[in-house]
């Protein structure tokens, strides 16, 4: 299986502030990766996918990037509505696998 | 506006059945790979199973195959996920997700999730 690698496993940031999640694929995943957001009390809700692409409906300042098998989420300006726990999954093979989670807070 | 209002969750003792459901409305049920993931209680999210769009292709990792059977009703626009042996490490909140259109096993909607309670 692919394990999928976040990190930090927590973030506390102010507002405006740019935040930086990343997630490690195990093995080589090409562009097969995608960002949920999921906020206190709710369903995940796709943010990335593709790598890059954003979802219907979700803002600018979200982007994603890829080096090599390293996978990064770029927050540009940090907004209150965007604290919850986010998440990476690669579906290049099965089992799809998620990685554990990234905590973010407002500082 | 798509919706998807899963039900059938409770409490099961474990080695018993449960069979989960999942109305879907707002979009051509047909056109779209369905899926089934589980968020155990503070944990994180893992991938259950997915569902091609006429139904004859299914995928599960191995913590839940042989035990657990993905199906749908495309005259019904309706999800089904049949649990079968429950362990108590399947006690979870699932969710059913509907896969991103033409773009691989990635999911753009979810339902609210329901429960599913293992122990005796």
């Known amino acids: 299986d692919i394990q999928m690698t976040q990190s930090p496993a927590s973030l506390s940031a102010s507002l405006e502030e740019i935040v930086t999640i990343t997630c490690q694929a195990s093995?080589?995943?090409?562009?097969?990766l995608a960002w949920y957001q999921q906020k206190p009390g709710k369903s995940p809700q796709l943010l990335i996918y593709?790598?890059?692409s954003l979802a219907d409906g979700v803002p600018s300042r979200f982007s994603g990037s890829r080096s090599g098998t390293q996978y990064s989420l770029k927050i540009s300006r940090l907004q209150v509505e965007d604290i919850g726990i986010y998440y990476c999954?690669?579906?290049?093979?099965?089992?799809?696998?998620f990685g554990g989670g990234t905590k973010l807070e407002l500082k | 506006e798509v919706q998807l209002v899963e039900s059938g969750g409770g409490l099961v003792q474990p080695g018993r059945s449960l069979k989960l459901s999942c109305a879907a409305s707002?979009?051509?049920?047909?056109?779209?790979?369905m899926a089934w993931v589980r968020q155990a209680p503070k944990k994180g999210l893992e991938w259950v199973a997915t569902?091609?769009?006429?139904?004859?292709?299914?995928y599960y990792p191995d913590s839940v195959k042989g035990r657990f059977t993905i199906s749908r009703d495309n005259a019904k626009s309706s999800l089904y996920l049949q649990m079968n042996s429950l362990k108590s490490e399947d006690t979870a909140t699932y969710y059913c997700?509907?896969?991103?259109?033409?773009?691989?096993?990635?999911?753009?909607?979810w339902g609210q999730g329901v429960m599913v309670t293992v122990s005796s």
């Open positions: 997700a509907r896969g991103l259109l033409g773009g691989g096993d990635y999911f753009d909607y």
């Open positions: 707002g979009f051509t049920f047909s056109n779209y790979y």
């Open positions: 093995q080589n995943i090409g562009n097969w």
């Open positions: 569902i091609s769009t006429s139904g004859s292709r299914t």
């Open positions: 593709g790598t890059t």
């Open positions: 999954q690669q579906a290049s093979s099965t089992p799809r696998t």
